[in-house]
């Protein structure tokens, strides 16, 4: 038996690393899948691709921070598929800048996608998810969530989105719906680890205590978990899938000082 049979989801961002990875896992596990994206050619040739595989997909043209683009996308959903169970605001952007550095303009654009966008997305399909016997809001945050990062709307996005998770429940929870915050540290594969630098990537490896980037698939392996049925009695939680960056942290940190310290490279 698949995982998501007969279930309806919806993702935004779906054309990037990690949407990718979701709508092709998604598929797999027999739910029928709407993609949308800014970028309507990759998502475009991205659905082509995935429909040759026999897939039940569609895509739609979105900016999630355009609330009337929320209206379309959930009545276009629910013309073709008839019910909505899952809803997966992975649609995310980042300007790079610190406090000094922000234009309004910049951070405006961040919060409005990352954040005015997952609440828009929540605004128009909780209802939908209601009307279809309740279902999985996932919210994809950030490391940049739970703890300092160097962008300054990124990171107010990020927790911002984290907190409003924990209202969704208190919110939907009478719809049956759960909702849940994912953490990512970096990933490669995605135009955020490209658009980072290699000396960005080179610091994550160290301090990550795996010592490597995740993948988009890991990062889609947990949302199809808090996606299914599996996940039934979680709601609210906040999970790091970060190789242990999150926990480690400021020991981490300390421990190789420590060494250096001890080694006389300080
Ligand atoms: N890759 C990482 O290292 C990392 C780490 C932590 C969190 N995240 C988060 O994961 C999510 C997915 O990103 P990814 O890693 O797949 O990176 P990605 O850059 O490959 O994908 C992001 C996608 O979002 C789309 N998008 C941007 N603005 C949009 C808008 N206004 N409306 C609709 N779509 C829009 C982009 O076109 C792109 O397809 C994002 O929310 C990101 O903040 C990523």
Redesign the pocket.
């Known amino acids: 038996m698949a995982r998501l049979t007969g279930k309806v989801a919806l993702m ?9 990875a979701e709508a092709e896992l998604f598929l797999r596990e027999e739910a029928a899948v709407v993609l ?4 309507v050619a ?2 475009e040739s991205l659905t082509q691709r995935l429909a040759g595989q026999g897939g039940r997909v569609t895509f739609l043209p ?4 355009d609330e009337a683009s929320w209206k379309n996308v959930v009545a276009a959903a629910l013309a073709r598929f008839g019910k909505l169970h899952i809803l997966v ?6 300007a790079r800048q610190g406090i000094v550095d922000t234009t309004v303009e910049a951070w405006n654009r961040t919060i ?3 954040l005015t ?1 997952a609440m828009l997305g929540m605004k128009h399909c909780a209802p939908a998810i209601r009307d279809s016997g309740g279902g999985s809001i996932i919210n ?5 969530g739970l703890t300092a990062h160097d962008d300054a709307a ?1 990171t107010a996005s ?1 927790w911002g989105l984290r907190g409003l998770t924990k209202t969704a429940v208190l919110q939907f929870s009478q719809w049956n719906i759960r909702v849940n915050s994912i ?6 594969d ?4 490209r ?2 630098g290699e000396a960005f990537a080179h610091a994550a490896r160290v301090a990550i205590p795996l010592h490597r ?2 993948t ?1 698939r890991e ?1 889609a392996d947990l949302v199809l978990f808090l996606a299914s049925d599996e996940s039934s009695f979680i709601s609210g939680a906040e999970i790091a899938i970060d190789g242990g960056y999150i926990a480690a942290g400021t020991a981490s940190l300390r421990n190789r000082v420590r060494d250096d310290f001890a080694a006389g490279r300080n």
Not at 190 to 193: A, K, R, S
């Open positions: 935004t961002g779906a054309a990037g690393g990690q949407g990718t949308t994206d800014v970028d990759t998502g979105q900016d999630v921070a605001n992975n649609a995310g952007t980042i409005a996608v990352n966008g994809i945050s950030s490391t940049a990124y990020k953490h990512p540290g970096q990933i490669a995605t135009g955020f680890f658009s980072g980037q995740g988009p990062c």
